[in-house]
């Protein structure tokens, strides 16, 4: 199975996840049989004005699923009418979750009317979502 992570910069396998997936600057593509890893880019390096956009980076990828830490319902829906699975990170590890992945120990991400509870809304005023959605001091790449 071909799983997609959300991964704050292209480590392999020791990877540490970036907390939300559709503003995550790269991929990492791993091959759940081989362990091998391909990282793509989650920014369009020719219109990088345009920002994050997972569904294109994803096209075409022939992935199977993807592990996150953070995900808004919006992106939870589009990537299930995609076909993918969408499991729930239990560690900031790659190696870890491929590990549960592989013990069946990884559960499916589930609706939570995440607007209508305030997560994943960028307002300092409300709780928010405990990850963050910036790339402070990183100009190398888009600004998602």
Do not use: W, Y
């Amino acid at each position: 199975m071909k799983l997609c992570f959300p991964v704050v910069q292209d480590q392999g396998l020791e990877s540490t996840l970036f907390g939300h997936f559709a503003s995550a600057l790269l991929f990492l593509l791993v091959d759940t049989d081989t362990d091998e890893c391909v990282s793509i880019s989650n920014c369009d390096e020719l219109a990088p004005e345009a920002g994050c956009d997972p569904f294109k980076a994803l096209v075409n990828k022939n992935v199977d699923g993807v592990v996150v830490g953070g995900l808004g319902d919006g992106f939870l829906e589009m990537l299930n009418m995609m076909g993918l699975r969408v499991f729930e990170a239990q560690s900031l590890s790659v190696k870890e979750n491929i590990e549960l992945f592989r013990q069946d120990a990884l559960g499916i991400v589930e609706m939570q009317n995440s607007a209508e509870a305030g997560r994943c809304d960028d307002d300092e005023e409300s709780d928010g979502c405990s990850h963050s959605h910036n790339h402070d001091g990183d100009d190398t790449h888009c600004d998602c």
